[in-house]
């Protein structure tokens, strides 16, 4: 991008704009350094609420054919998002 940019009748100048546009490395680090404790920190408390939760539907017996059918959905259940779990938790390690 240029400093000035002569647009016929008009001359604009772009120096504020591009220093704005370049922010330099260190200013996105310290950015992203403040910001990424907090996202991990919300991505580890939801992804900890789903395992317990998932857990305790899981956990007791089934004593008889209505709890076991019960058991089975949850497990179901728990099969179908596992995944977006799982790359929660991946994208969190790679950012580490």
């Known amino acids: 991008m ?10 604009v100048d772009t ?10 490395p ?4 310290k950015k992203m350094q403040d910001f990424m404790p907090d996202l991990l ?5 939801e992804v900890k609420a789903w395992m317990d939760e ?5 956990k007791s017996n089934a004593p008889n054919i209505d709890d076991f059918v019960k058991k089975m959905a949850s497990l179901r259940a728990v099969q179908k998002v596992i ?9 969190l390690e790679l950012m580490y």
């Open 83 to 91: 995944e977006k779990y799982k790359n929660k938790l991946f994208i």
């Open 41 to 45: 920190r919300k991505r580890n408390v």
């Open 2 to 11: 240029p400093y000035y940019a002569n647009l016929g009748l008009l001359k």
């Open 54 to 58: 998932s857990l305790n539907n899981l």
């Open 15 to 24: 120096a504020a704009i591009r220093k704005t546009l370049e922010r330099t």
């Open 26 to 29: 260190k200013d996105i680090v």
